[in-house]
T-cell receptor
Framework: NAGVTQTPKFRILKIGQSMTLQCAQD?????MYWYRQDPGMGLKLIYY???????DKGEVPNGYNVSRSTTEDFPLRLELAAPSQTSVYFC???????????????FGAGTRLSVL | LAKTTQPISMDSYEGQEVNITCSHN???????ITWYQQFPSQGPRFIIQ?????VTNEVASLFIPADRKSSTLSLPRVSLSDTAVYYC?????????WGAGTKLIIKP
């Protein structure tokens, strides 16, 4: 019963490097989300997707890119990593309730990223 | 645009009832309010959801007054394992608005 799977669990990047955080869900959910959580803080939405081929910006999209070619996968790309992107990244998915506010989100275990 | 406000932290003791309030202005009449629980090194986990009056499930109750400017998560008879961070989430003006979280510490 996998749910939402994120890889890798930990990563250290040098300033200027790029990487892709992987997220996959096996619940056939249409909605997927990427959040970042800085130490001791709440969640901030980076990007979200309402279905394959459709993505939209959240509160803090700068420095990130996403794509959604399949229902299952929603990778997050960091280009030119900066120390400000040091954070824990969570991916989530939810079913496509007509009322988005009613969507219950299921989260992965997170990817802890340090940019040095 | 709605903004949510939660207490930063709370302490309680095993067996007590704990109430955590989230203030949220400018949410629409039918928008749902959702609460999540997060343990260290884990992603948040859904607890309860509602949009008016009172909702109860096997782990918590959610109270929403008529003016919907706040909601209260009630955890009955807490145990040490309820030590976690609790977040409220509202949807307003096409945006998901997360609270900053309330760190709940349960003492023996």
């Amino acid at each position: 019963n996998a749910g939402v799977t994120q890889t890798p669990k930990f990563r250290i990047l040098k300033i200027g490097q790029s990487m892709t955080l992987q997220c996959a869900q096996d619940m056939n959910h249409n909605y997927m989300y990427w959040y970042r959580q800085d130490p001791g803080m709440g969640l901030k939405l980076i990007y979200y997707s309402v279905g394959a081929g459709i993505t939209d910006k959240g509160e803090v999209p700068n420095g990130y890119n996403v794509s959604r070619s399949t229902t299952e996968d929603f990778p997050l790309r960091l280009e030119l990593a900066a120390p400000s992107q040091t954070s824990v990244y969570f991916c989530a998915s939810s079913s496509a309730e007509r009322d988005i506010a009613k969507n219950i989100q299921y989260f992965g275990a997170g990817t802890r990223l340090s940019v040095l | 645009l709605a903004k949510t406000t939660q207490p930063i932290s709370m302490d309680s003791y095993e067996g007590q009832e704990v109430n955590i309030t989230c203030s949220h202005n400018n949410i629409a009449t039918n928008d749902y309010i959702t609460w999540y629980q997060q343990f260290p090194s884990q992603g948040p986990r859904f607890i309860i959801q509602g949009y008016k009056t009172k909702v109860t499930n096997e782990v918590a109750s959610l109270f929403i007054p008529a003016d919907r400017k706040s909601s209260t998560l009630s955890l009955p008879r807490v145990s040490l394992s309820d030590t976690a961070v609790y977040y409220c989430l509202v949807y307003s003006n096409y945006q998901l608005i997360w609270g900053a979280g309330t760190k709940l510490i349960i003492k023996p």
